[in-house]
């Protein structure tokens, strides 16, 4: 689908107003010092501190900023202007010297002359790319030899049901664009906008045999069968910051993690 990156560029500053509104991204406590990082991702990034990091599909950089407060030097990237403003903003008010370019992944390259230490990517972003060998691709240009990739995603397994979770509604494999339109966000459902949106389902295979392909050496792979964030409807939250899907329970995977390395 051709027009696919300004159908979603519309759909990403339409969402960034309510997003920094909603309690989901707690800004008012980013602000002040509170992380946005997760358990799943620190585990796997470890020590950061002198490394430097570039965070694809950053949304308005509260990742990005949580990374350089750990002592990284971060660049974030992300398809939407409005999103980038608004990072900038937010690493200026968090007086860190993250730094942020609007770009799609596909184009970086002509946009950024850079080698990093880590690659990192974190829920929700693989679903707004229809291309997975050319994304492997990019993370593996941007990398140093030895150099780390991190991914946090949800689980390939939840994009199959409708939003409801009463029935299989979508492929598993990248079978072709979901084209759909949605009311609200997933941080604020009650969200006065209506955005048209285009996606694909991606595969655990698909995701994990491209950056092998793309000379990445898988080292860490996990799922968890719970998520750190309620994005997802009639979710529980059943120990602190986890939730699950309650007819679900523990019986299915709601979110996987990657760490790779370059050869």
């Excluded at 949106?197 to 950056?211: A, F, K, P, T």
Aim: aromatic content about 14%; some cysteine; glycine content about 6%.
């Amino acid at each position: 689908m051709e027009n696919y990156l300004e159908i979603n560029k519309k759909s990403w500053n339409a969402k960034v107003e309510p997003h920094l509104k909603s309690d989901f991204y707690f800004v008012d406590e980013f602000l002040k010092g509170r992380t946005s990082l997760n358990s799943i991702e620190l585990e796997l990034l470890g020590d950061i501190k002198g490394k430097t990091i570039l965070h694809l599909q950053c949304h308005f950089g509260q990742d990005s900023i949580s990374l350089s407060r750990m002592g990284a030097k971060v660049i974030g990237i992300d398809l939407s202007d409005k999103a980038i403003d608004t990072a900038r903003e937010l690493a200026q008010k968090s007086e860190t010297d993250t730094e942020f370019i609007c770009s799609d992944v596909y184009n970086l390259p002509n946009v950024l002359d850079q080698k990093f230490d880590i690659v990192y990517t974190s829920y929700g972003t693989i679903g707004w790319l229809p291309d997975l060998e050319r994304w492997a691709g990019i993370i593996s240009h941007f990398l140093k030899p030895g150099g780390q990739f991190i991914m946090a995603e949800f689980h390939p397994a939840v994009w199959m049901f409708d939003d409801d979770f009463t029935k299989v509604a979508y492929n598993y494999f990248n079978e072709k664009p979901i084209v759909e339109t949605y009311e609200g966000t997933y941080a604020d459902q009650s969200a006065p906008i209506v955005q048209e949106y285009v996606m694909w389902n991606h595969s655990l295979s698909e995701v994990l045999d491209n950056l092998i392909k793309k000379d990445l050496q898988l080292n860490t792979f996990r799922e968890f069968d719970w998520s750190p964030y309620p994005c997802f409807r009639h979710v529980e939250e059943f120990e602190t910051g986890k939730w699950r899907i309650p007819q679900f329970g523990n019986k299915i995977p709601l979110v996987y993690a990657v760490a790779a390395q370059k050869k």
